[in-house]
């Protein structure tokens, strides 16, 4: 069992940087590929960068540039350093854990950390 605890959303405006972090309890989070998937209101919900467990990173199109996901095993954390953000990067963020790199059906998921790019 993996409980995912998120923090760092917030308001920021146009331009400006935020960090998410994840905190993952259990002794076997390095053996999880980690995931940040967002949704914003009427939307589905979409992976937007994901790191394997070897540190094998992704990103979603829209994101590759801005976005660096990164972990560190020895705190059972996983971030998510975001830059340039735009208004429609406005969402709820959650982390994800899968034991399978790009974590594309998660086993657990955190209760999400809101994000909004306003002026």
């Known amino acids: 069992q993996v409980q995912l605890a998120e923090s760092g959303g917030g308001l920021v405006q146009p331009g400006g940087s935020l960090r998410l972090s994840c905190v993952a309890s259990?002794?076997?989070?390095?053996?999880?590929?980690m995931g940040w998937y967002r949704q914003a209101p009427g939307k589905e919900r979409e992976l937007v960068a994901a790191?394997?467990?070897?540190?094998?990173?992704g990103y979603a199109a829209s994101v590759k540039g801005r976005f660096t996901i990164s972990r560190e095993n020895a705190k059972n954390t996983v971030h998510l350093q975001m830059n340039s953000l735009k208004p429609e990067d406005t969402a709820v963020y959650y982390c994800?854990?899968?034991?399978?790199?790009?974590?594309?059906?998660?086993?657990?998921w955190g209760q999400g950390t809101q994000v909004t790019v306003s002026s």
């Open positions: 790191i394997s467990s070897g540190h094998i990173t």
């Open positions: 259990g002794a076997s989070f390095r053996l999880y590929a």
């Open positions: 994800a854990a899968d034991l399978d790199y790009p974590v594309r059906s998660p086993d657990y």
